[in-house]
Nanobody
Framework: QVQVVESGGGLVQPGGSLRLSCTAS????????MHWYRQAPGKERELVAV???????NYVDTVKGRFTISRDNAKNTVYLQMSSLKPEDTAVYYC???????????WGQGTQVTVSS
């Protein structure tokens, strides 16, 4: 059974930092590109960052220079280090594991990030 579990969300002041974690089980982690998405109230879910099995990364323009995605294949875990947070970063953040071989994908349940003073 595949499980994708996010953690690390919370309330942080503008300018602060948070690190999100996402651990996947039941999959061959090294076959998967890992994504972080977010969805703010009343808005569509958007792709924030992606990391390939080889470690190549890409980011949406609004988080470039502030967020860093990384992965530890030995721990089946992907991270999203978020710095210089802004109120507009407030959203539920979701982890997505995409199997590059089968094209199957798996979602986590999401973790709430709130940036507010």
């Amino acid at each position: 059974q595949v499980q994708v579990v996010e953690s690390g969300g919370g309330l942080v002041q503008p300018g602060g930092s948070l690190r999100l974690s996402c651990t996947a089980s039941g999959i061959i982690f090294s076959n998967h590109a890992m994504h972080w998405y977010r969805q703010a109230p009343g808005k569509e879910r958007e792709l924030v960052a992606v990391i390939t099995p080889a470690g190549s990364t890409n980011y949406v323009d609004t988080v470039k220079g502030r967020f860093t995605i990384s992965r530890d294949n030995a721990k089946n875990t992907v991270y999203l280090q978020m710095s210089s947070l802004k109120p507009e970063d407030t959203a539920v953040y979701y982890c997505n594991a995409y199997d590059l071989h089968s094209a199957r994908y798996y979602w986590g349940q999401g973790t709430q990030v709130t940036v507010s003073s």
